[in-house]
């Protein structure tokens, strides 16, 4: 292994401790006023749209040459008032040890967390097109009734998934009746969308011919 791939493995590993000492205190807030699920929540809106969307807010947020103040400030503006005074006040203290950098990691560990203390496993489905809520709703019931445990959906759009979806939970890969009618929902959106396009296309054709659709099928 190279030095620089010791240093990775390092970082990582600090990072994992660092986001699982913030998380339990963080669970262990939430669960005492009973909105451990909101603030969870929250807080992947916050990493995965606030953050993930904006490197720059990242960056100001994990560098040492922006002040706690500075930062603090920019909580208030952000998130005091919309995000629950739970997960503000985490941050805040995450901010006073130059620790914001790991909010990443901290919702990593707070969902194992949250999922080990509520007996749920994680379901990972990848589909080519995003779930519908009624459908998210029964992948879940069905998965979690197979396994006799409550289920968390993680769930991944990928395009390339032109024949099937795939739903894996741990090292188990599901084949059954649930991948059976995502794969169903797959081809209807789209042969609904081949559909609409074919639609358009003749719609253009006509109006560029100036022909009516009567005319144009009859002609």
């Not at 749920?120 to 779930?131: F, G, I």
């Not at 929902?185 to 081949?194: N, Q, S, T």
């Not at 560029?208 to 009859?218: H, I, L, P, R, V």
């Amino acid at each position: 292994m190279s030095e620089s791939s010791q240093q990775s493995s390092v970082l990582d590993v600090g990072a994992e401790q660092l986001g699982k000492l913030y998380a339990r205190a963080l669970i262990g807030a939430a669960s005492k006023e009973g909105v451990a699920e909101e603030v969870l929540s929250q807080l992947s809106d916050v990493v995965d749209e606030g953050l993930a969307k904006n490197p720059s807010l990242t960056a100001a947020l994990a560098s040492p040459r922006v002040s706690e103040d500075e930062k603090n400030a920019v909580i208030d503006r952000l998130f005091a008032g919309q995000a629950h005074s739970v997960l503000v006040r985490t941050m805040k203290v995450m901010n006073a040890h130059g620790r914001l950098g790991y909010l990443g990691a901290v919702r990593d560990a707070a969902a194992e967390i949250y999922d080990e203390q509520l007996g749920r496993v994680v379901a990972e489905v990848r589909t080519a097109v995003p779930l519908p809520a009624s459908l998210r709703e029964e992948v879940a019931s069905q998965i979690g009734q197979s396994l006799g445990k409550q289920v968390r959906l993680r769930e991944t759009v990928d395009a390339s998934l032109i024949g099937g979806t795939v739903i894996r939970v741990g090292d188990t890969v599901f084949d059954s009746s649930v991948a059976g009618r995502l794969n169903k929902l797959g081809r209807a959106v789209r042969e609904g969308f081949a559909h609409q396009l074919m639609e358009r296309a003749s719609a253009f054709v006509s109006e560029d011919t100036g022909e009516s659709e009567e005319e144009a099928t009859t002609s």
